[in-house]
């Protein structure tokens, strides 16, 4: 029986999946996730519905349009089976629960926003400030049970009913994780806008930051914000030191300078890959949300 639901769940997640697909490549370019039909972008050949089998149909056209082969991205599949394991895993952790459901939404909600970060540097209001009202409602049914709720109750002494007060903190716990989250990415990409020139960041981080944080309460907010800091900042030094090694072979080969030479020429091209670098903060905010979902 606990196989046969597992089962159900997971194929309900590729479905998922596969419409999270279709969101991530439409609410970008504003157009509607409900009509038309799906059809190929290359040569407009609307799918049918057998070669729209989540999973299935892209491994039987071997990623090519039906019609025009035109190659269909590896997202697709990917996305799908992402989708499948996140609504699994939260069944498994949470098992048939309100909590499973809040936690396989948020799962849904980051992946097609890590996907849309990843491919267009967007990150739509339609799933960021969606997302956040969610969160927001969810907190009044699934506590998200932090700081503030551990802590407010015996200190202010509500006389209201435990039940409800209970609700009432979780509430208030992740409406301060959404402001305090939102408030200190704003805050970073003010500040990184002054000292660079350019803007690091944009609005899109912020909300979803207030996303997330609706959805994991204070504590966690707080943790996502520095775990997604540390990896977005490797990634942007492993990105400059990538830069300068594969110059100064290129100068070594090409001008036959001498290593410590080579060094200091491919310097500037290294400073210039760290200017343009512009940090993919939501996929990492994003992925770092997936760790901390409780
Ligand atoms: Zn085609």
Redesign the pocket.
């Known amino acids: 029986m606990e196989t046969v639901i597992s089962a159900g769940i997971f194929v309900l997640g590729l479905l998922f999946g596969s419409f999270l697909n279709v969101c991530i490549y439409r609410i970008p370019r504003g157009l509607s996730v409900v009509h038309p039909g799906s059809a190929?972008p290359?040569?407009g050949?609307a799918i049918q519905f057998y070669d729209n089998i989540p999973v299935l149909s892209w491994l039987i056209l071997r990623g090519k349009?039906r019609?025009?082969s035109?190659p269909i991205t590896p997202r697709y599949l990917i996305v799908e089976l992402l989708t499948g394991c996140v609504f699994l895993v939260c069944y498994w952790h949470f098992g048939l629960s309100l909590a499973t459901l809040k936690c396989a939404i948020f799962g849904f909600l980051l992946l097609g926003l890590i996907f849309t970060d990843a491919e267009t540097r967007l990150l739509p209001d339609k799933m960021t400030l969606s997302g956040l009202v969610i969160g927001l409602i969810f907190s009044w049914f699934v506590p998200v049970n932090d700081l503030l709720s551990a802590l407010l109750p015996g200190v202010l002494q509500v006389p209201v009913s435990l039940h409800f007060s209970y609700r009432l903190y979780s509430f208030l716990d992740a409406t301060l994780a959404a402001v305090i989250g939102a408030s200190f990415l704003y805050g970073a990409g003010a500040i990184y806008l002054r000292a660079r020139g350019v803007q690091g960041m944009g609005f899109g981080d912020v909300k979803l930051m207030a996303m997330i944080g609706s959805f994991v309460g204070l504590r966690l907010t707080i943790l996502t914000i520095f775990a997604a800091s540390l990896a977005g900042s490797a990634f942007g030094l492993s990105t400059v030191l990538a830069v300068w090694v594969k110059r100064t072979a290129r100068r070594k080969r090409a001008f036959h300078e001498t290593s410590a030479v080579a060094r200091k020429r491919a310097w500037p091209s290294a400073m210039i890959a760290l200017r343009r670098y512009q940090m993919p903060f939501g996929v990492f905010l994003g992925t770092m949300g997936l760790g901390a979902r409780d």
């Open positions: 190929c290359k040569c050949k349009c019609n025009c035109t």
